[in-house]
């Protein structure tokens, strides 16, 4: 705050920082501790952290000194422009024009600094302990996805609100608003480069002299100029503004000069004549107007305006406009040009010289130096932001936290929680039965695959296995052990079903597909090793007649879906029409078998096939149904999904020959 020019910076900037601080702080001791853990703090890791601390921090320090030394100046300028008795209305707007846009703009990355470091600190907890990264599994290609969008559109508002901070000048037409409004920014703004200070002074300044303050206006754009080692595009923009100045101070020679010096820049550098184009024309008819030609005068200026109309444009041509038409007689459009032009702010001195014609007719825009859109996008954002933050909290609060914890704490309560378990479950078998005991009348059972859009399904155990099996379900489908060996070892599988969304079921080692819908496959498959209690022979026994009977319940076997089906095991793939094949997926299969599952692929769509063993094979095949001769089938049947399958196992088929 500085106290004489009276300006205080939003309270929104003081939040920006303190959240910076904040979150600064944790992400230093969330390093420290767990690097200590997880070994990542090594001494490379001190020494980088040491030279950051010597090279970085000097450098940052001399980076605000430098900048302090072009804020003050700016300070220093704004302090001259409000002790002007005239300005004090002018000033009093353009620093509500500032702080308007210092609250939109600090607001604004104050919800990107917490959805950027939210994310961060997810994604990072996820990627140290899980060593997974973009797995939808864990949600961390949801969170990282998300992310990217909510940066991309605050980075969207942030520029936007840039431009529209332009609008006082462009669209208001209020120059001196404006200017003290540029001059805040240069004095207070969020800025660290230098061509954003000069772009401010040069704004400023562009707004003194559209007031007629052009002495001002040379004395702003000057300051720290470096001529010809600044970006051409600032050049060329200096240079029009210089040019302005000194036809208004009556400086013909320099105005000439300046004029010389614009061509030649325009002429040099290609890619500015979109923009030198209109500076270059405006100059032509300001020295038109000079020499008199006012013949040329008018046809230069109805070009100007036929490619730029807007007001911002039109305002410095009006009075030359007026000039012309008064010479020529036509005194009628040198009154409607004088009407249009007294429509627009006295800041500016085309306006001011108009005035002596009729009275100013300037009407403030509805709106205008009210914060409306600014409080309406920070409600939303803040609405979208706690959504975010509670989705956030629900992805931590589903996922292990480990931070501020040490390796042996870890240890200990991961034993702990075993213990528990362990204690838990052997209490449960002593004093009740396993709640997925079943009892006599639940040889009907139906299963909803958890956390999956499968249709759930339906199948009807042996009477015999009354009190004999338990079912545990798990993410995608359910087990079925033997209940005596479930209760004296924890195991006893007889068999899985789940259902697979994908093809990775081709590489369990012994397995049957019992139906499919769709993309869902739902898969039969034995365990790999020995499961049962060996120690005691009857339970031996039993758990063989079980497994023996298990091809019984297959008949049984239902999915609740109109649409599925139960040839499967005719199939490679059942599913390869509707889910992308991966790579692993192929690498256990046999030549002949990936020219099976390639070929099913067309054989669904009734192709018939000019090789005998192959028509041989899909006609044993109930599904099939081949009426499409080769030559007259069209690639143009298969979607997508299937195109890529087929591609995918060719490629595999060419790296086997």
Same mark, same amino acid.
């Given at each position: 705050?500085?106290?004489?020019?009276?300006?205080?910076?939003?309270?929104?900037?003081?939040?920006?920082?303190?959240?910076?601080?904040?979150?600064?702080?944790?992400?230093?001791?969330?390093?420290?501790?767990?690097?200590?853990?997880?070994?990542?703090?090594?001494?490379?890791?001190?020494?980088?952290?040491?030279?950051?601390?010597?090279?970085?921090?000097?450098?940052?320090?001399?980076?605000?000194?430098?900048?302090?030394?072009?804020?003050?100046?700016?300070?220093?300028?704004?302090?001259?422009?409000?002790?002007?008795?005239?300005?004090?209305?002018?000033?009093?707007?353009?620093?509500?024009?500032?702080?308007?846009?210092?609250?939109?703009?600090?607001?604004?990355?104050?919800?990107?600094?917490?959805?950027?470091?939210?994310?961060?600190?997810?994604?990072?907890?996820?990627?140290?302990?899980?060593?997974?990264?973009?797995?939808?599994?864990?949600?961390?290609?949801?969170?990282?996805?998300?992310?990217?969008?909510?940066?991309?559109?605050?980075?969207?508002?942030?520029?936007?609100?840039?431009?529209?901070?332009?609008?006082?000048?462009?669209?208001?037409?209020?120059?001196?608003?404006?200017?003290?409004?540029?001059?805040?920014?240069?004095?207070?703004?969020?800025?660290?480069?230098?061509?954003?200070?000069?772009?401010?002074?040069?704004?400023?300044?562009?707004?003194?002299?559209?007031?007629?303050?052009?002495?001002?206006?040379?004395?702003?754009?000057?300051?720290?100029?470096?001529?010809?080692?600044?970006?051409?595009?600032?050049?060329?923009?200096?240079?029009?503004?210089?040019?302005?100045?000194?036809?208004?101070?009556?400086?013909?020679?320099?105005?000439?000069?300046?004029?010389?010096?614009?061509?030649?820049?325009?002429?040099?550098?290609?890619?500015?004549?979109?923009?030198?184009?209109?500076?270059?024309?405006?100059?032509?008819?300001?020295?038109?107007?000079?020499?008199?030609?006012?013949?040329?005068?008018?046809?230069?200026?109805?070009?100007?305006?036929?490619?730029?109309?807007?007001?911002?444009?039109?305002?410095?041509?009006?009075?030359?406009?007026?000039?012309?038409?008064?010479?020529?007689?036509?005194?009628?459009?040198?009154?409607?040009?004088?009407?249009?032009?007294?429509?627009?702010?006295?800041?500016?001195?085309?306006?001011?010289?108009?005035?002596?014609?009729?009275?100013?007719?300037?009407?403030?825009?509805?709106?205008?130096?009210?914060? !409306?859109? @600014?409080?309406?996008?920070?409600?939303?954002?803040?609405?979208? /932001?706690?959504?975010?933050? +509670? $989705? =956030?909290? *629900?992805?931590?609060?589903?996922?292990?936290?480990?931070?501020?914890?040490?390796?042996?704490?870890?240890?200990?309560?991961?034993?702990?929680?075993?213990?528990?378990?362990?204690?838990?479950?052997?209490?449960?078998?002593?004093?009740?039965?396993?709640?997925?005991?079943?009892?006599?009348?639940?040889?009907?059972?139906?299963?909803?695959?958890?956390?999956?859009?499968?249709?759930?399904?339906?199948?009807?155990?042996?009477?015999?296995?009354?009190?004999?099996?338990?079912?545990?379900?798990? !993410?995608? @489908?359910?087990?079925?052990?033997?209940?005596?060996?479930?209760? /004296?070892?924890?195991?006893? +599988? $007889? =068999?899985? *079903?789940?259902?697979?969304?994908?093809?990775?079921?081709?590489?369990?080692?012994?397995?049957?597909?019992?139906?499919?819908?769709?993309?869902?496959?739902?898969?039969?498959?034995?365990?790999?090793?020995?499961?049962?209690?060996?120690?005691?022979?009857?339970?031996?026994?039993?758990?063989?007649?079980?497994?023996?009977?298990?091809?019984?319940?297959?008949?049984?076997?239902?999915?609740?879906?109109?649409?599925?089906?139960?040839?499967?095991?005719?199939?490679?793939?059942?599913?390869?029409?509707?889910?992308?094949?991966?790579?692993?997926?192929?690498?256990?299969?046999?030549?002949?078998?990936?020219?099976?599952?390639?070929?099913?692929?067309?054989?669904?769509?009734?192709?018939?096939?000019?090789?005998?063993?192959?028509?041989?094979?899909?006609?044993?095949?109930?599904?099939?149904?081949?009426?499409?001769?080769?030559?007259?089938?069209?690639?143009?049947?298969?979607?997508?999904?299937?195109?890529?399958?087929?591609?995918?196992?060719?490629?595999?088929?060419?790296?086997?020959?």
């Amino acid at each position: 705050m500085n106290k004489k020019v009276g300006v205080k910076v939003s309270k929104m900037r003081c939040l920006y920082y303190g959240l910076g601080i904040l979150i600064g702080c944790f992400i230093l001791w969330i390093s420290l501790v767990e690097g200590k853990r997880l070994h990542y703090l090594d001494m490379e890791v001190y020494l980088y952290l040491f030279a950051v601390a010597i090279f970085g921090i000097p450098g940052i320090f001399l980076l605000f000194i430098n900048n302090g030394k072009k804020r003050n100046y700016a300070k220093e300028r704004l302090l001259e422009f409000m002790d002007d008795a005239e300005n004090q209305a002018v000033f009093e707007a353009g620093k509500r024009w500032f702080l308007i846009h210092d609250r939109r703009r600090y607001w604004n990355r104050c919800l990107i600094l917490l959805f950027a470091c939210g994310s961060g600190f997810y994604i990072s907890q996820e990627y140290l302990y899980k060593w997974v990264f973009l797995d939808s599994l864990d949600y961390i290609g949801t969170v990282f996805i998300v992310t990217l969008v909510i940066l991309s559109l605050g980075g969207a508002l942030e520029a936007y609100w840039a431009k529209m901070y332009m609008e006082v000048l462009t669209k208001e037409n209020r120059p001196l608003t404006a200017a003290a409004a540029f001059l805040m920014e240069a004095a207070y703004g969020p800025y660290r480069l230098q061509s954003y200070y000069k772009k401010r002074l040069h704004n400023a300044a562009v707004g003194l002299a559209r007031a007629g303050k052009y002495e001002q206006a040379l004395k702003l754009a000057d300051f720290g100029w470096k001529g010809v080692q600044e970006k051409k595009l600032m050049q060329l923009a200096h240079c029009n503004l210089c040019y302005v100045c000194f036809i208004g101070l009556g400086r013909q020679e320099d105005a000439e000069a300046e004029y010389s010096h614009q061509k030649q820049l325009v002429k040099n550098h290609p890619q500015l004549k979109r923009i030198g184009d209109a500076v270059l024309l405006l100059s032509e008819i300001r020295k038109a107007y000079t020499d008199q030609k006012f013949g040329q005068v008018e046809a230069y200026v109805n070009v100007y305006c036929d490619r730029y109309p807007d007001a911002y444009h039109c305002i410095p041509l009006m009075p030359i406009q007026m000039n012309v038409y008064e010479q020529a007689g036509e005194m009628e459009k040198a009154k409607n040009i004088c009407g249009i032009l007294l429509s627009y702010s006295p800041e500016n001195i085309a306006v001011r010289e108009a005035m002596g014609y009729g009275a100013c007719t300037y009407v403030e825009s509805p709106g205008f130096l009210r914060d !409306k859109p @600014g409080l309406v996008c920070r409600i939303v954002l803040t609405g979208v /932001l706690g959504i975010y933050m +509670v $989705l =956030f909290g *629900i992805l931590m609060l589903m996922g292990s936290h480990h931070w501020g914890t040490s390796k042996t704490r870890v240890y200990e309560e991961t034993k702990a929680e075993e213990l528990i378990q362990q204690t838990n479950a052997t209490e449960k078998t002593e004093e009740e039965p396993m709640e997925t005991e079943m009892s006599e009348k639940e040889h009907e059972q139906t299963v909803q695959p958890s956390n999956s859009l499968a249709p759930g399904f339906e199948l009807a155990l042996p009477k015999e296995w009354n009190r004999l099996a338990v079912r545990n379900e798990f !993410k995608g @489908g359910c087990s079925y052990h033997q209940k005596k060996s479930y209760d /004296l070892m924890g195991d006893g +599988v $007889l =068999f899985y *079903i789940q259902a697979y969304s994908d093809c990775s079921y081709v590489n369990l080692p012994d397995y049957d597909i019992w139906g499919y819908d769709g993309p869902y496959v739902y898969v039969m498959s034995l365990p790999t090793d020995v499961t049962f209690y060996m120690e005691d022979s009857s339970i031996m026994e039993e758990y063989n007649k079980m497994h023996r009977e298990i091809s019984q319940i297959q008949d049984t076997f239902r999915i609740q879906s109109d649409t599925a089906k139960y040839d499967g095991s005719e199939f490679v793939f059942p599913n390869s029409s509707d889910s992308l094949l991966q790579e692993p997926d192929l690498w256990n299969l046999s030549i002949s078998q990936l020219r099976i599952a390639r070929n099913e692929i067309y054989a669904r769509h009734g192709r018939r096939f000019a090789d005998e063993e192959l028509q041989r094979y899909f006609n044993q095949c109930s599904w099939y149904e081949g009426t499409i001769d080769p030559k007259d089938f069209k690639e143009d049947v298969l979607n997508v999904t299937e195109r890529f399958n087929i591609r995918l196992i060719q490629e595999q088929q060419k790296s086997m020959e």
